[in-house]
């Protein structure tokens, strides 16, 4: 990776309570729309405020394009900032506001209007150049606010939840049109979220922010396939979580070593837990591994949701018994008998044994260092 945007062990903290920020860092490839996740007050408004030279930190590095932000006054950073409330001026037409920046530096009246009408055209707001923000959409005074920090072409643009206030109805298509407008620009982006379905199609990478520090970092995909550690399992929604240090985490170790033929703990010896997917293959029958250790149990109760259905699975084994695991099965993938099946269980209660797949099986850290 060629680093663009390098932040170093940022480290802040407000008055005497602890600090927000550990030694957060990461580092940005050019082009690159990286997202932070993470849980309200995790720190992910604070990086942005200090990447933009809003807030200084107590300690840290920051460099773009290989300088050194430290002392470089805000409006010298060349860093665009999209905030959650968009912050237009209301006695402003939508033109006025967007030509703001430029303003400020300073640019020609005609290259001035040239840059609006190109920046609203690019957020389809074509022909929106005298109206005033007052009488704009949500949706619509977002698409202002983008195409006000993208007009003097910044060297990096920060975006603070800019989808928070908008109608849900409206965001998903907002999401697409925003990812779409920074590809077509090019544009080096750090996006801040906390809403996962935000953060897995915006981002060319997700940086799950926890503990004032960048907990995990990788491609949407690859978070959500093995989200390493604890914390970023729980933030996902990922229950089934057993610690390796308790007799049903020791049991579930055996059974998925066993299966996989490795014994031990498959050379993962900093694993402190074990994690069984929601999304885990589920088949009837007992299903013994290779070392003759099952994992099964009967069908406690089946929940059907919008794309999904929620099967509650209460484990048999010795050690086990009395261990719930919850399943989503994909309602576009799951075989009709199957459900069939299922549903039969759940409402007879009957003894069937259900077993699960040991390729669903994640082992996890309690904390990464960066």
Known sequence: MVAYLEVTNLWKSFGDTESVL?????VQERGE??????????????????????MPADAGRVLLGGRDQDGIPVHARRIGYVFQNHVLFPHLSVGRNVEYGLRMLKWPSRQ????VREMLELVDLAGYEERLVRGLSGGESQRVALARSLAPAPDLLLLDEP??????????????????????????????THDLEEAYFMGDRVAFVHGGRVNRIDSPSALVANPATVACARYLGMGNIFAL???????????????????????????????IRPRTVLRSGHGETRQGLPCSGTVTSIRPKVNEVEVE??????DLEGATIRLDLARTGIDSDLLTALESSARDRDARPWTLDPKGVVWLVDEVSE
Do not use: M, Y
């Open 22 to 26: 550990q030694g957060l860092g990461f």
């Open 33 to 54: 729309i990286l997202c932070l996740l993470g849980a309200s007050g995790c720190g992910k408004t604070t990086v942005l405020q200090i990447l933009a030279g809003l």
């Open 313 to 318: 699975l209460r484990l048999t084994q010795p």
């Open 112 to 115: 001035r209007g040239r840059r």
């Open 163 to 192: 989808l928070s206030s908008v109608d849900q109805r409206l965001r998903g298509d907002l999401v697409t049109q925003l990812r779409s407008v920074l590809e077509t620009q090019s544009i080096t982006a750090v996006h801040v």
């Open 245 to 275: 240090d308790t007799p049903e985490g020791q049991r579930l170790r055996e059974w998925a070593t066993s299966a996989a033929g490795t014994g031990g703990d498959g050379g993962l010896t900093n694993a402190t837990h074990l994690l």
